[in-house]
């Protein structure tokens, strides 16, 4: 099994930006992709992005295009979301988690998940 630590995550004003970082071990070989989602009070979990370890494709959804950034350190086992020009919409628990398949926008596909980490984007 994969395993997932967080970080990064905390209060800012709108406009401005954040770095998560996403510290995988474990079984590590195991994981084609690792996304990010992120799930506010009394809302669904969604997905905000993903990338793969082996070519780095990189999938967003169109709430965060042109705003949020996914990277990765395949060194480090660590992958990377970097997000900028934050609105307050964007306030939300946030998530990594692993997947071993192809199919990267689904939650259900994914079968590790890190603890979460809280970002506040105040007004």
């Known amino acids: 099994q994969v395993r997932l630590v967080e970080s990064g995550g905390g209060l800012v004003q709108a406009g401005g930006s954040l770095r998560l970082s996403c510290a995988a071990s474990?079984?590590?070989?195991?994981?084609?992709?690792v996304g990010w989602f992120r799930q506010a009070p009394e809302k669904e979990r969604d997905f905000v992005a993903a990338i793969t370890w082996g070519t780095g494709s990189t999938y967003y959804a169109d709430s965060v295009k042109g705003r949020f950034t996914i990277s990765r350190d395949n060194a480090k086992n660590t992958v990377y979301l970097q997000m900028n020009s934050l609105k307050p919409e964007d306030t939300a628990v946030y998530y990594c988690?692993?997947?071993?398949?192809?199919?990267?926008?689904?939650?259900?596909?994914?079968?590790?998940w890190g603890q979460g980490t809280q970002v506040t984007v105040s007004s």
């Open positions: 988690a692993s997947n071993s398949g192809s199919h990267v926008y689904s939650s259900s596909l994914y079968n590790s």
């Open positions: 474990g079984r590590t070989f195991s994981s084609y992709a």
